[in-house]
């Protein structure tokens, strides 16, 4: 009898969608809604299906990998993302390389950051600052790139805390805590 009710259900549904005048593939959206795109941006040389993202979490961090499938071409990045309260991103920075291998730390503020003064990462037992210039803000974010030389390399092998500050427009100081605990497992799963 259940049998039954859902193969009638079924029969019913498929009838419907086979007398919809959209196309196999397309949905039908009520006016004011529209379909999310997804969040992952297919570069211009692949295909939709023919690219994929994979995350893995770690301690205080993300591996990212993009990879292009038919091209079997893979770019991966480990990012953190510092919320405030209201979970609005105060900083994320993203460890990337170049298409040379050279590793850089990608920082960027909401685009209220100064983009005139620099982003200040304070480690305990260091007396001064690295200081990061910012490159350049839109109406999203703003972003600087820090080379990772030894400073960085020692900090990553501590899995140092860092105090990161910058200034705003507005005239504040943002200060946040960010670790560097889970960046290095992280980026041995790369491998």
């Keep these: 009898m259940i049998r039954q009710a859902v193969l009638a259900i079924a029969i019913s549904m498929t ?3 086979l007398s919809s005048p959209f196309a196999a593939g397309q949905e039908a959206v009520a006016a004011g ?16 299906g023919e690219y994929q993202r994979t995350t893995r979490p770690f301690e205080n961090w ?7 499938l038919k091209a079997r071409q893979k ?13 609005q991103v105060a900083f994320s920075w993203s460890l ?3 298409k040379e291998g050279n590793p850089y730390m990608i920082l960027r503020t909401p685009p209220g950051a100064r983009s005139d003064a620099p982003v200040l990462l304070s480690f305990e037992g260091r007396k001064e600052a690295v ?3 910012l490159e350049g803000c839109n109406q999203a974010v703003c972003i600087g790139m820090l080379p990772v ?10 899995d140092a805390a860092s105090i990161i500050s910058y200034p705003t427009t507005d005239g504040r100081t943002i200060n946040v ?8 497992k992280a980026v041995e799963a790369i491998k």
């Design 15 to 17: 009838s419907v969608l």
């Design 33 to 48: 809604y529209r379909v999310k795109p997804s969040d992952v941006a297919v570069p211009a040389d692949a295909k939709l």
């Design 62 to 68: 993300t591996l990212i990998c993009d990879e292009n």
């Design 75 to 87: 770019v991966c990045n480990v990012t953190q993302i510092i919320e405030d309260q209201a979970g």
């Design 96 to 98: 990337a390389a170049t």
């Design 131 to 133: 200081k990061i210039q």
């Design 149 to 158: 030389g030894p400073i960085m390399r020692e900090q990553i092998s501590k």
């Design 177 to 184: 805590t960010a670790t560097l605990k889970g960046l290095s």
